[in-house]
Nanobody
Framework: QVQLVESGGGLVQAGGSLRLSCRVSGRSVSRIGMGWYRQAPGKERALVAIIDAANNTYYTDPVKGRATISRENARNELYLEMNSVNTEDTAMYYC????????????WGQGTQVTVSS
């Protein structure tokens, strides 16, 4: 069983930066694709960034150039750093372990709330 626990959310001033962490247990982060998603009030959950097992990264347009997804294998953690945040970054942020096991299953954390104040 893969478990994910996000942390690092909170209140951030517009123009500032944030760093979210996701602690993973039950599977090594070095061998799986992982992602950050977010869900703003009244909107569907949306992809923010992905890092695959080969450390290739992908960012969606709203965060491209402002976000960095990374992982630390020794800590078995995933991170999301974002700068120049704005109010549209306000959302619940979720980390996910993607397509793990056979049959492949996506695992999700409970989320961490980020609120950007103007």
């Amino acid at each position: 069983q893969v478990q994910l626990v996000e942390s690092g959310g909170g209140l951030v001033q517009a123009g500032g930066s944030l760093r979210l962490s996701c602690r993973v247990s039950g599977r090594s982060v070095s061998r799986i694709g992982m992602g950050w998603y977010r869900q703003a009030p009244g909107k569907e959950r949306a992809l923010v960034a992905i890092i695959d097992a080969a450390n290739n990264t992908y960012y969606t347009d709203p965060v491209k150039g402002r976000a960095t997804i990374s992982r630390e294998n020794a800590r078995n953690e995933l991170y999301l750093e974002m700068n120049s945040v704005n109010t549209e970054d306000t959302a619940m942020y979720y980390c996910s372990a993607l397509r793990v096991g056979v049959p492949p299953v996506d695992y999700w954390g409970q989320g961490t709330q980020v609120t950007v104040s103007s």
